[in-house]
């Protein structure tokens, strides 16, 4: 299969027409159609070499037994020793008359081919191989991207429907082998696109054993196979590795700090802690087990401590495994997975760590687990609120759902706040306000009036009170929550704080920015003792602040404040946060009052 791979033969031709002999190394998954590449070039060249000729290097005896053919061919027994045929081809090769080429099919490693490789003469080598550590010059072969796998689907069945031919090179993942497989069975079965992609879905391991590729005697379930059964007799580590990575996403998996914990093997199954046990904690076995895996292309770098597996991979990987046993190793990928999400979302320096997470954590993870919330929250906390409003209202629903908690659990009264919060800073304040107006006296019952779960929710309510169009009811919520708060949490917990700041808030709201202004000149310094100047309370503080002073009447200092604030939020925050995005909104807006009522003056 070529499509595509018009750009690769160009680079291709161009590294091997420099001085001889010269070498390249086509490298890349099993079934991604680095022996296709291959051969398509020689064909391209055949009228420019006097011998072109293709060696099997998977094993070395079929290697060697492929040089005495060759040496047969050239007529090279009579100018060497008969019993070296290696040495007989390198001497024909050396002072051979026209260019040659000769390609070595799957070779597994450097090792395994240096003593046939020819020393000399004016040729090329050409080597395909899964392990993409050589010396020398390596071409990586890609998957096909999602148009191109959709066009020969679309050629080669006949069937036009493009949105099936891209859905179906989607799950396929673009491989060339598993293209020309999945469009020989539809053609042999009689189905429509639609119709493969339909039982691909529900019997994926099945279909990846059926249909035989044009020019390609194994499926991808045997190509891949073969590389699976290799790796567990080389390194089983590695092989269990595997395994475990094939229950995440197919996104690209941070494998360091998945195996950072060793402490989790305590979790494992038995069997699983037996054999991914010994990489938990130790960085050197880690990586001993990622290089077996890049040396059949079963895992390529995806970023800084970064790996992807193809989704077929994963696949085929999961359909060589018992169903009990599978079952393990997800609860392995769940337990490592849930260590590995960090304990505070709220601080951005989190933020890399969990984005990296959020696939695999809504791959394994449950949703009344303790890191799908803290991966909602991080959603949430990162200005994603709508994805941390739909997460949570799929966390509530299964707390609600779920016999070990209930309705009236307080997971469950908990989850249904932040489905509250988040709905209201997704835009829906009316309807934040009326969850939280329904969970109130709920909380109130089951948990207390003192509570801080409690006193959480009537914060949120008089929040969203205000932001649904009446601000006098909020500040006067927020009046009379702040005493509570202060005998139950101090005078300077940092929930006591944030009352203080909604109070002033609201107060401002309400029709009173002098107040306002007051009350967060005077909360402000507070914040920066207990949490530092760039927490982003601290930092909403500090915009409130400058809000009601211009508010108050003073444009410019308003003007002041938020040019010394907004390059803090785009470098705490980063530029496109909505909260940074807002200083920006508010400095042009201060500015432009500023300089209008200093023109009036």
């Known amino acids: 299969m070529l499509a595509g791979r018009e750009e690769l033969l160009a680079e291709l031709d161009a590294r091997l027409s420099g001085p001889v002999p010269r070498m390249v190394v086509l490298s890349g998954l099993g079934g991604v159609g680095k022996t296709c590449v291959a051969l398509e070039y020689a064909y391209r060249h055949l009228a420019e070499v006097g011998v072109a000729w293709q060696l099997a290097a998977e094993d070395a ?20 020793d008969a019993r070296d045929p290696v040495a007989s ?29 020819p020393p000399a003469g004016p040729g090329r080598v ?14 990586d072969v890609q998957v096909l991207n999602r148009d191109v796998a959709a066009g020969f689907l679309i050629s080669r069945t006949g069937d036009p429907d493009r949105t099936a031919a891209r859905d179906l090179a989607g799950v396929l993942g673009g491989l060339p082998l598993a293209l020309e497989q999945a469009a020989a069975y539809i053609q042999a079965a009689g189905m429509t696109l639609a119709g493969y992609l339909s039982v691909f879905r529900g019997r994926e391991a099945d279909l990846l054993t059926r249909g035989q590729a044009a020019g390609h005697p194994a499926t991808v379930a045997a190509a891949l196979g073969l590389a699976l059964s290799r790796l567990g007799d080389e390194a089983p580590p590695a092989a269990g590795l595997l395994q475990l ?35 938990l904690g130790d960085p050197v076995a880690a990586g001993d087990a990622i290089a077996a895996l890049r040396r059949y292309s079963l895992v390529t770098p995806a970023g800084d401590g970064l790996v992807l597996v193809h989704r077929l991979v994963q696949a085929v990987t999961l359909a060589r495994v018992s169903g009990n046993v599978v079952g393990q190793w997800k609860l392995a990928a769940a337990a490592l997975v849930e260590a590995a999400v960090p304990a505070d979302p709220e601080v951005p320096a989190a933020w890399p760590t969990c984005a990296v997470l959020l696939p695999h954590a809504r791959a394994v993870l449950d949703l009344t687990s303790g890191g799908t919330w803290r991966i909602a929250r991080y959603l949430g906390y990162s200005g994603n609120y709508p994805a941390a409003r739909d997460l949570f209202r799929l966390i509530a629903d299964a707390h609600r759902d779920d016999d070990a908690y209930g309705p009236e659990h307080p997971h469950t009264l908990a989850a249904q706040h932040e489905l509250a919060r988040w709905t209201g800073e997704a835009g829906d304040a009316a309807g934040a306000r009326d969850l939280l107006a329904a969970l109130l006296p709920v909380s109130e019952r089951v948990s207390g009036l003192e509570n801080p779960d409690t006193l959480a929710a009537r914060h949120e309510l008089a929040r969203w009170t205000g932001q649904a169009g009446d601000p006098a009811a909020a500040r006067d919520q927020f009046a009379g929550l702040l ?18 700041g909604n109070l002033a808030y609201w107060t401002g709201r309400a029709g009173d920015p002098a107040a306002a202004r007051d009350q967060f000149a005077g909360l402000l310094p507070v914040y920066e003792r207990i949490l530092g100047p760039e927490h982003p309370d601290t930092l909403t503080t500090s915009a409130n602040l400058a809000y009601s002073t211009g508010e108050a009447g003073d444009p410019a200092a308003a003007r002041d404040l938020f040019a010394g604030l907004l390059p803090v939020y785009e470098r705490i925050l980063g530029p496109e946060h909505p909260a940074a995005l807002a200083a920006g909104h508010e400095l042009a807006r201060w500015t432009q009052r500023a300089e209008r009522d200093h023109g009036t003056a």
């Open 61 to 80: 005896t079929v290697l060697a037994a492929g040089f005495a053919e060759l040496a047969a061919q050239l007529g090279a027994r009579d100018l060497a």
């Open 89 to 117: 081809v390198h001497a024909v090769l050396a002072g051979f008359p026209a260019p040659w080429l000769l390609i070595f099919d799957y070779a597994p490693d450097p090792a395994s081919v240096a003593a046939f490789l």
């Open 126 to 139: 050409l080597i395909t191989s899964q392990n993409p550590d050589w010396p020398g010059q390596v071409m």
């Open 245 to 279: 990575l094939a229950c995440l996403a197919p996104e690209p998996v941070p494998v360091a700090l998945l195996l950072s914990d060793a402490q989790v093997a305590g979790e494992l199954a038995p069997g699983v802690a037996a054999t991914v046990g010994p990489l």
């Open 483 to 500: 005493p509570v708060r202060e005998q139950v949490s101090g005078p300077e917990h940092p929930d006591t704080l944030i009352t203080r």
